[in-house]
């Protein structure tokens, strides 16, 4: 049998737009301007929004003025972030695990814990591979990523959100390899409730050291939470890496 891909179904829904980004759209702001203004990207740069949802990051970053590609797995959230798209801002349905572009862009950004969902590691080292491979030779790719350590010492077992007449009841566990989030939805539009079960992996500084290590990617810095503040492994919610695509190098041979 399959393995079924959680995030295919739940990340189609409604549902999960509204748990998670009809809201914060100040917070998703002003982390863009601060990570505008650390990284200070030239104005034509080429920028990637990997796994982009309905778009948010990547419409902002266009009225930044940049050239902005955004690409995302669920079907449903591309073809809502087509009505936005410019000679500027460009969004297609595609699947990170497979490559794309190559030597294409100067920035790649993949937000709000957008990886880590595979069944297994080698997956997760092709996503990896297509960042490496569609950065050009000295371009920034930057991960947004939980903080293991962190998320382990102050899981919320149970929750009830009710969000715009929905109520969502959401159950969180771990292993020793990933965290669990049951997501019970009820609402009034429902027969019966529906259930989602995301599935995240613990990758710690050390694991994304190594990914990014046999992509040619080398760390520059790591931020420990939207204000880009230093990670601490213990007290900073967030894992926010910064890396560069090693240029390349030429050989006697080649010159």
């Known amino acids: ?38 990284l200070k990207p030239p104005s034509e740069s080429f920028m990637l929004d990997l796994a982009c949802g309905k778009g948010r990051h990547s419409k902002y970053l266009a009225s ?6 955004g690409i995302d797995i669920s079907a449903e959230s591309i073809n809502y972030a087509l009505q936005f ?22 920035y790649v950004f993949n937000l709000f814990t957008s990886f880590g969902y595979f069944p297994t590691r080698r997956e997760h080292d092709d996503a990896m591979r297509t960042m490496a491979q569609c950065t050009k030779p000295g371009g920034k790719i930057l991960i947004d990523y939980l903080n293991v350590h962190f998320v382990e010492e102050g899981l919320v077992h149970n929750e009830l959100k009710q969000v715009d007449g929905t109520e969502y009841e959401i159950h969180r566990w771990h292993d020793d390899d ?30 994304f050291t190594e990914m990014l290590s046999f992509q040619n990617l080398q760390i520059l810095e790591v931020f420990g939470d939207y204000y880009l503040k230093p990670y601490s492994v213990t007290t900073t919610p967030r894992m926010i890496i910064l890396a560069e695509k090693k240029p390349l190098k030429l050989s006697k041979n080649s010159i």
Do not use: C
């Open 64 to 69: 930044k003025g940049f050239d902005v590609t």
């Open 178 to 207: 990933y965290f669990y989030k049951r997501i019970i939805v009820k609402d009034e539009l429902l027969e019966h409730p529906v259930e989602y079960t995301e599935k995240v992996a613990k990758f710690s500084l050390g694991d």
């Open 85 to 106: 798209e410019n000679s500027r801002l460009h969004f297609f349905q595609h699947d990170m695990r497979l490559p794309s572009w190559i030597n294409y862009f100067d």
């Open 1 to 38: 049998m399959p393995i079924k891909e959680w995030y295919k179904e739940w990340f189609n829904s409604p549902y999960y737009h509204k748990l998670y980004f009809e809201r914060d759209e100040n917070e998703a702001r002003q982390f863009m301007d601060r990570l505008v203004d650390h």
